[in-house]
């Protein structure tokens, strides 16, 4: 993730210093909004080992926000309100297979969660306010 913020802030920077140059150049002072898709964000076996899983974030994205203005400055600001309301609809549909998952990698099966009488328990997680 730091590798693709550096490789944004650089274009943003190669941008700037092409339109404005050395002395006056074309105006580029302005908001503009990108988006860093889950692709981007994450690498092809993570998305792939959540695949395996069932959970797909493909419709997952970071909204980036650039402001330039009139005295060559510029401001980056990041809308994470897309990829939490994603991340948040994905964990409450899947919380119970990530868990099952987690849980099995520690080499611990599910059919032997039991509870605190013994009797065999199942995942079920709900959201708590």
Do not use: R, W
């Amino acid at each position: 993730m730091k590798k693709k913020l550096a490789i944004v802030l650089a274009s943003v920077a190669a941008i700037a210093t092409i339109f404005t140059g050395c002395g006056k150049g074309k105006d580029i002072s302005g908001h503009y909004v990108a988006q860093m898709a889950s692709n981007e964000m994450f690498s092809p076996s993570e998305i792939e080992d959540l695949k395996q899983s069932g959970i797909y974030i493909s419709d997952l994205a970071l909204d980036t926000n650039i402001d330039f203005t009139d005295d060559n400055k510029f401001t980056m600001t990041f809308d994470t309100t897309p990829l939490n309301d994603g991340l948040n609809k994905v964990l409450d549909e899947k919380i119970d297979t990530i868990a099952e998952e987690v849980l099995n990698n520690q080499g611990i099966p599910t059919d032997q969660l039991t509870d605190e009488d013994g009797n065999k328990s199942e995942l079920n997680f709900k959201k708590q306010n």
